[in-house]
């Protein structure tokens, strides 16, 4: 009974906004035909475009994409007792994460994709030209590099996203996107061909590099930077860094004690919730107004543990053991919109 399809409330409400087809991976009852698959490569082979594919918790990530499909997951950090990524409590009945047991690939055909709420490995971007993705909401695992951009791409946006490895890529991108997304361990980006793009309310934790570009032109705000910054034809604004990362002027913030910014206790990302009297409150512009620098500020929230913004069950209760048959079973649960 534990093991409850948690985002099964969701598809409901999707159901009732779209007209494309819900399939369901890793689903631990009777399958349903056209409905439920083992693997999320089988879900998509089998999906048109603009379906949506659930990942229950367990379920692997696995895939090569090449149509544009809405891959949604439990989120990810959700368990408290967890040593290594202590998680967030009361968030999903079921603690249990997407499994991240190898890469996504996204080849022809797999532009409009979105991942939302997914423990994934890594990503790469296979075929040229591809467009308008997002990855929000999601954990990008693998400790030696999570994105690679092995062919030219645009409009690629990356929301509310955690990354543990390199973001790397030496083609043209265009209109490449980072909001509100933290950089853990050993993440930071890389590119060293022409691209172009904006970094908004992002963490970089990594001491020894945080973000570098070759060519071309971009623009990175109210984000907090422990590592490098390097690029020719970028504009920084109202950022803050441990040393001299950014230039004077334009709000930058220089020499700031990392420990004087947050608050550094509790959940693995719920640590980067600015402390008390932090110099980052209020240091950001979001348009007109005011805004916290990091992860926690600007027009798109960072969300803990990356809960997708669908309907889920965040407390339950069940009898235990074996119910005789023709019996009436009570069973308690909570649910949250999550928007």
């Given at each position: ?55 229950i918790p367990g379920a692997s990530t696995v895939c090569s994409i090449t149509k544009g499909l809405v891959i949604i997951g439990p989120g990810f ?20 994460s997407t499994a991240s047991l190898g890469p996504i690939s996204f080849g022809a055909g797999s532009s409009n994709t979105q991942i939302i709420g ?205 119910i005789p048959a023709g019996n009436t079973v009570q069973i308690n649960l909570s649910t949250r919109s999550n928007n």
């Amino acid at each position: 009974m534990k093991k409850l399809f948690l985002l099964s409330v969701a598809a409901m409400f999707i159901c009732s906004l779209s007209f494309a087809t819900i399939r369901r991976v890793g689903f631990f009852g009777p399958a349903v035909s056209g409905v439920d698959y083992s693997s999320l490569q089988l879900a998509h082979d089998a999906s048109a475009a603009g379906d949506t594919i659930m990942m229950i918790p367990g379920a692997s990530t696995v895939c090569s994409i090449t149509k544009g499909l809405v891959i949604i997951g439990p989120g990810f950090f959700l368990n408290p007792a967890d040593a290594t990524f202590p998680g967030n409590a009361g968030l999903q009945a079921n603690i249990n994460s997407t499994a991240s047991l190898g890469p996504i690939s996204f080849g022809a055909g797999s532009s409009n994709t979105q991942i939302i709420g997914c423990s994934i490995y890594y990503l790469t971007f296979d075929s040229p030209s591809l467009a308008n993705i997002l990855i929000k909401r999601s954990y990008l695992s693998f400790p030696n590099y999570s994105v690679l951009f092995n062919a030219s791409a645009s409009n690629v946006t990356f929301q509310q996203c955690v990354f543990n490895g390199v973001v790397s890529g030496s083609q043209a991108l265009n209109n490449i996107s980072f909001l509100n997304c933290l950089f853990v361990n050993t993440g930071y980006i890389q590119f060293s061909g022409a691209t172009s793009g904006l970094i908004n309310n992002c963490i970089f934790s990594y001491s020894n590099a945080g973000f570098s570009f070759g060519a071309g032109g971009w623009q990175v705000s109210n984000s907090i930077n422990k590592g490098s910054a390097a690029g020719t034809n970028v504009a920084y604004t109202n950022n803050i860094g441990t040393g001299v990362q950014f230039p004077a002027g334009n709000g930058n913030q220089q020499n700031v004690p990392w420990a004087s910014i947050f608050n550094l206790i509790g959940s693995y990302d719920g640590q980067y919730a600015l402390k008390v009297g932090s110099p980052a409150i209020g240091a950001g512009i979001n348009g007109a107004a005011a805004t916290d620098c990091g992860i926690f500020g600007g027009a798109t929230p960072y969300r803990l543990s990356g809960i997708p913004s669908v309907p889920a069950i965040y407390a339950l209760t069940s009898p235990q053991g074996t119910i005789p048959a023709g019996n009436t079973v009570q069973i308690n649960l909570s649910t949250r919109s999550n928007n």
